[in-house]
């Protein structure tokens, strides 16, 4: 059965000028968040309440991925896998589906 979408849209968060913190991405009311890794760098995605020490998971450039959400968009936070200063700028679609 497909899913029907409810409502949806896009932001962009920038990674942190202190590359070893994770940044959420900005708070929307979604079941699902498509992340587009386009940057020319690798970052890490880090679900809400896993360890940032190894609870992340790596994306090259150029990738993408869609990651459930239970509520929310900020579930997720992002960084540069190289943790340099450098703020980088990882796009990303919310996406709310009738249940």
Do not use: W
Not at 31 to 45: L, R
Not at 84 to 92: A, E, I
């Amino acid at each position: 059965m497909n899913k029907i979408i409810e409502s949806h849209g896009g932001d962009s968060v920038a990674t942190l000028v202190a590359g070893t913190s994770f940044v959420p991405l900005p708070s929307h009311l979604c079941n699902e968040v498509a992340i587009f890794q386009e940057t020319g760098v690798s970052i890490d995605v880090l679900p809400y309440g896993s360890d940032p020490v190894g609870g992340f998971v790596t994306m090259s450039s150029p990738s993408g991925a869609a990651l459930p959400c239970a509520a929310n968009s900020s579930e997720y936070s992002v960084r540069r896998t190289d943790q340099t200063g450098t703020p980088t700028t990882v796009r990303f679609l919310h996406r709310q589906y009738l249940r």
